[in-house]
């Protein structure tokens, strides 16, 4: 009798241990989509990405790169002052969207050229994306605001 509760009690546990890996295999494979991973331009033009990654670019906009083209079609190329990114947008822009401010945009690289789903743009005077500062400060090229007001 006590080797028959041995075996069933051997028997749940390895039934658990598969339940368990097959719950967090199916998570891992339902979040996949929604990972996206964010990269400066210096990080894109040394390590390219393959044409079906999706992840997310940040920088400044470059100064006199904004091109609007047929319809919503936009052009412009994000920098972190050591490489530039071209960037093609089909839609509306944010409101603050502008030359030289911050930018975060969620898309895929192909052929060379970041072609954006997704344009984030700073909320305020003094923001920008903290990964944005974090990869500018990386580039020596972020500066401080001037009316920072410490927080976020």
């Known amino acids: ?5 041995k075996k069933r009690r051997i028997q749940i546990i ?10 967090t295999g ?12 964010f990269r400066s331009p210096t990080q894109v ?13 940040g920088g400044l ?13 936009i052009r412009f190329s ?3 002052g050591n490489a530039t990114i071209p960037v ?7 409101d603050l969207f502008a030359e030289n401010q911050g930018m975060i945009g969620t898309g895929r690289l192909v052929n060379g050229t970041f072609e954006a789903t997704e ?3 700073k909320h305020d005077e003094s923001y920008m994306p903290k990964e944005v500062v974090d990869a500018l400060k990386e580039q020596g090229v972020y500066q401080e605001p001037e009316d920072a007001t410490g927080g976020s």
């Open 119 to 121: 344009i984030l743009a």
């Open 61 to 73: 906009v470059s100064e006199g790169s904004l091109q609007r083209g047929q319809g919503e079609a």
């Open 78 to 80: 994000v920098t972190d």
């Open 45 to 57: 033009a040394e390590e390219p990405p393959s044409p079906s990654e999706t992840f997310r670019l």
């Open 88 to 94: 093609t947008f089909t839609g509306l822009l944010p």
């Open 1 to 5: 009798m006590k080797g028959l509760k």
């Open 14 to 23: 390895v039934l658990a241990f598969v339940a368990l890996a097959i719950a």
């Open 26 to 37: 199916l998570v891992g494979y339902a979040m996949q989509d929604g990972i996206n991973f």
